[in-house]
């Protein structure tokens, strides 16, 4: 039996395939497009980045060609700042050496002028007597004044039993402290300036005169003994010892044996290569007096000190005759000079007189333990002695410490030799 197949329901459903296929091509078309405005914009995105990238990187480019040229500039005035150091540095070396030969050559002709005046002052006796004497005052004085009216020296000190560093191991011994100053020639210093984490780093300080830890207390002497002849000549004089607790101040100015009789210890004789400049400068001066006609000085002491900005009379006494605590007042007078009102004056014969003065005096001195050692003076010590004879005419050494407690970081000891001047005493100063 034979089929019959409507050509219109074939054709219906090939068209109802065809439709069902092209929605099936719209939606992956609007997929696809989906997909694609997705993919613009991350281009987008990636564009946008990558120009901020670029633009990163030119303006990096541009800072690194800035600072390239910047170092350039940088090294090339380096460069010319380290040709000109050099020249300068060349020229300080010439102009240190024509110093150095100058202070040599200075020195020579000036003992060879004293030398002369001597063997002059020798030879000639009689009624030229004085003249010659005078003539060898104003040599001298002149010589002084050519060495500096102002001199600074220093003085380095030993490594001491207390400059110890204590050790961390129990039972052990303690540890040697370095020394951080030595003496490179007669007027230099060499300082090791030591920070934790930096190298090692030396600097040099110049002076007149370095005195070194070998150096003896009449090595020292001798430096301030020709002021002693300016002193009776009438010029004003000053020495002072200046630096920190523990540097060795009192035993430069007073001696090791004057420290141990103040504190207690045996009492005795100083020996004369322990006795500082004040004892030697005592017994000089009493000897140079006796040379001369008798009654032509009379000597006369005063010792304050300075403690707390107040100035107090070491001298001073009540009416029993017992060290009273008296403070003085400073003025300053008509001519620009400092003096100390009601300051006592006690008179001495000879130098003996003047070291039990100082003897008694040290015991009236403020003193305060330190980690350093323990009898520490805390005051400024002066001591003045007036000859009246001539021009007003000053003697005062000084010795005295900073009112600062603390370790001694250091070891050098600074000492002011000469303030010189016919008239008026001039300000000593320290560097």
């Not at 070396?93 to 020798?122: G, N, R």
Request: hydrophobic share 35%; net charge negative.
């Amino acid at each position: 039996m034979p089929l019959f197949i409507n050509r219109d329901q074939i054709f219906a459903h090939q068209v109802h395939l065809l439709e069902h296929k092209l929605r099936s091509k719209e939606e992956r078309i609007l997929e696809l497009e989906t997909e694609n405005a997705i993919l613009q914009l991350r281009l987008a995105e990636c564009l946008g980045k990558l120009r901020r990238d670029h633009e990163k990187e030119t303006e990096a480019l541009k800072h690194h060609l800035q600072q390239r040229n910047a170092q350039k500039i940088t090294r090339s005035a380096l460069a010319k700042l380290l040709s000109e150091v050099q020249a300068v540095k060349l020229d300080l070396s010439e102009l240190f050496a024509v110093y150095l030969s100058f202070s040599t050559e200075l020195e020579e002709h000036s003992k060879q002028l004293l030398d002369k005046v001597q063997q002059v002052s020798c030879s000639l006796k009689g009624d030229r007597g004085d003249e010659v004497q005078d003539l060898q005052a104003v040599l001298h004085n002149t010589l002084v004044e050519l060495r500096g009216n102002i001199r600074v020296h220093c003085r380095v000190r030993p490594v001491l039993p207390f400059d110890h560093v204590p050790s961390s191991t129990p039972g052990s011994w303690p540890a040697l402290s370095e020394e951080v100053v030595s003496t490179v020639s007669d007027d230099t210093v060499m300082v090791n300036c030591i920070k934790t984490g930096m190298p090692v780093h030396n600097k040099m300080y110049e002076f007149e005169r370095v005195h070194g830890p070998e150096e003896s207390q009449d090595a020292v002497f001798e430096e301030v003994k020709p002021l002693l002849t300016s002193l009776l000549d009438g010029y004003n004089v000053c020495i002072m010892a200046y630096g920190q607790t523990g540097s060795g101040k009192t035993h430069t100015m007073m001696g090791s044996q004057l420290l141990k009789e103040h504190s207690g210890g045996q009492q005795g004789t100083q020996p004369g290569a322990e006795q500082g400049i004040i004892p030697k400068a005592a017994a000089e001066l009493f000897r140079m007096i006796s040379e001369k006609p008798a009654d032509s000085h009379t000597v006369e002491v005063s010792v304050m000190e300075v403690y707390n900005n107040e100035v107090l009379d070491l001298l001073a006494k009540d009416a029993q005759g017992n060290p009273v605590e008296q403070r003085c007042d400073v003025i300053t007078t008509s001519n620009g000079a400092s003096q100390v009102i009601a300051l006592k004056y006690q008179p001495v014969r000879d130098a003996s007189e003047v070291m039990q003065i100082l003897s008694r005096v040290l015991k009236l001195r403020a003193h305060c333990p330190t980690l350093v050692h323990p009898d520490s003076s805390r005051s400024h010590l002066i001591v003045t002695s007036p000859f009246p004879p001539k021009a007003p005419t000053h003697w005062p050494w000084s010795a005295g410490s900073k009112c600062q407690e603390g370790h001694a970081a250091g070891r050098s000891e600074g000492m002011v030799e000469p303030t010189l001047s016919p008239c008026q005493p001039r300000r000593t100063q320290i560097i």
